[in-house]
């Protein structure tokens, strides 16, 4: 009898619980469901306003005004009214009246924009609701400066939405700095904030912001907060606040947080940002990163929403982590991770760095910083790792423009191939650098001590925008002698913008080196590359395809062909790529340090540069561009012309037909032919390099035409191929060709690949003197 009262207990408990859980559920969906309604709402009254103005446009149109002026002034009202820009009447902002009535009208005009329709907000591809989240994120592409709008619903207090908002640097991943200079108290209870902000830039070839502002936070009837902010400037009247030499004033248009809560629990959230990032202060190429409203959308408005949401599910419990470690431990971690790579790639005097003197102009910047600070802070306890003798940090770091890559596909490959671009005798430098400060410089180890790259994740955000995980390269030797004493390496690494369900204009991944402690407070210098897309440019005649902004690694262009040129221009999509490497050094070696950085990113430049053009959706199919190893574009169609006539004399057939032996008609069936073709240089001081590939030959080496003259022959071929090749080459000689036989090579990112048939022949020119040795692949095919 005591077993059955037991047994019907704990039904009751179970059916009290499960009863809990639908009554949560249906607060949640109810709640989901008001957020949706006033959205639809806000919407209609959008779609109303847009058919009114739509209307009177049309109207206007038909009449005929008397002026010009007067046409052009009624046809502007309607768009002046949907997106006002207007800046508040002048009022004295030094006093508290005065702030305050600044903040009352900083307060109206956001609110307009959070739930009215003072901006056309248009729902941000790749942000769409899904049955797990009801969050709403927007942009306007027809206002002043740039904006977003993000909404959501969380399971948290607004009290404690509101203080998490307010600490803007925990989720700003940009901000430097967010101090509150002064506080007023208002007679309803709310505050009002004098902040001196400062953001990094996001590249190495543009200025970081800052901005002086007035943030006004007031409670509401329904028990919710409102938190605005806007630029002081000298319209709004007062003092400009401070400012530094090295940072460019941006402006705030009112902004802010609306904090709602919700019946059972939990707030709604409405954040607007809207903000002029002077983009004419950048240079041309970069100005689409200060006018693209999807980059503050993904980096401040959405990033705020996640964060919070981030938090509440770890405060219930719903989210595990790995590695033993607490998630503020591990959002710390990836802060650091950030603001780190941040500090390498802008290099600010006021952070200790200063440049390294060069003799020329140089592709790559190196800064050193000699601040015991870089070492020994407030998070870190690293004093043992500060070198007695004097030393300190250095970083290498380039920016250039790529084509026709997505950042998150770049990235991704960065992630995945680690051994495609990574020297690993730079990683057993930085591996030394975390146990002691190391005293010898790093050597370089191609192939011979490659080892497997083992991912250990640690934690990840709910969307999977961004992870934070543990890299381990196993049996990593520190120098060729330590390769039978190797040890496991270990990189902590974050990860964002790369989530193949979502596309967002920028993507990024750092890494620093740690040791098998892991401690809280590791020494961190964080490396690593961020990729943030540009707005997309039709291709102008000669373009090229991989741009170093430093206009040393540039690809000129001397020719082009089209396949099939239609005359259309292809659209393209540009980005910017920033790479930043940190190393330590000791005084005595500083020079020879940075003589190997240097060469280390311009080699992983070279390596990025290959694994952009094998991304890229076009794959050189519509245009081939030459780089300026060629005089011009017509040795190249002479060369095509003399690879063909040779194949005839030597083989008696024809390589490719062709009607007529004028003007590129050779070249271009000789770039569209599907065999592999390409020749080597015949040189007896230096070994054979490639000077020309067709199209399925680039495709085949894996590379670009420019890029070509950096892959060896006897790199490509295995030992099977060079043995035969070897054997076969007094015949090429003689009667001036052979066969080789099926084989295996490689192409220049280490993909293995197989044949039927190989031809070689020498390349006679119009003296019929050996020019070169020409090479057809048939049937080939990755492995």
Known sequence: MLSG??????????????????????????????MLVEENERLQKQVSHLSYDNGFMRQKLRSRSATTDASCESVVTPHSQQNPTHQPRERDANSPAGLLAIAEETQAEFLSKATGIAVNWIQMVGMKPGPDSVEIVAVSRNCAGVAARACGLVSLEPMKVAEILKDTPA?????????????????????????????????????????????????????????????????TGGSTGPSSPNFIRAEVFPSGFLIRPCEGGGSIIHIVDHLDLDPCSAPEILRPLYESSEIIAQKISFAALRH?????????????????????????????????????????VDDGWSLLDSVEMDDVTISINMSASKFIDSQSNSAALFPAFGGGVLCAKVSMLLEDVAPAH??????EHRSEWADYGIDAYWAASVRASPSAIPCSTPSALRSNQVILPLAHTIELEEFLEVVRLEGQ????????FARDMFLLQLCSGINENEVGP????????????????????????????????????????TLDLASVLEVHTTGALAAGDSGANHIKQRAVLTMAFQFTFENHLRDSVASMARQYVRSVVGAVQRVAVVLSPARLGSQMVVENSFPGSTEVITLARWITQSYKIHTGEELVRVCSQAGDSVLKLLWQFSEAVMCCSLTTNAPPVFTFANQSGLDMLETTFGSLQDIKLEKTLDEAGRKSLLAEFPKITQQGFAYLPAGNCMSSMGRPISYDQAIAWMVLDDEEVNHCLAFMFVNWSFM
């Not at 993507?507 to 997309?536: K, M, T, Y």
């Open 410 to 415: 770049l990235v991704r490959f960065i992630r």
């Open 5 to 34: 009262f037991g047994m019907a207990c704990r039904c009751r408990e179970k059916q009290r619980k499960e009863s809990s859980r639908l009554q949560a559920e249906n607060k949640k969906f109810t709640a989901e469901n008001r």
């Open 171 to 235: 989720w700003f991943r940009d901000c430097r700095t967010h101090n509150v200079l002064t506080v007023l108290p208002t007679a309803n209870g709310g505050t009002l904030e004098l902040i001196y902000m400062q953001t990094y830039a996001p590249t190495t070839m543009a200025s970081a912001r800052d901005f002086w502002k007035l943030r006004f936070i007031s409670p509401i009837e329904d028990g919710g907060l409102v938190v605005c902010e806007r630029s002081l400037n000298a319209s």
């Open 308 to 348: 919070i949401r981030q938090i509440a599910q770890e405060n219930c419990g719903e989210i595990k982590y790995g590695g033993g470690k607490q998630p503020a431990v591990l959002r710390t971690f990836s802060q650091r991770l950030s603001r780190g790579f941040n500090d390498a790639v802008n290099g600010l």
């Open 506 to 545: 920028c993507a990024q991944i750092v890494f620093a080196p740690i040791d098998e402690s892991f401690a809280d407070d590791a020494l961190l210098l964080p490396s690593g590359f961020r990729v943030i897309s540009l707005e997309n440019k039709a291709d102008e005649p000669g373009a090229t395809r």
């Open 477 to 484: 030797a520190f120098c060729l002698e330590d390769v039978a």
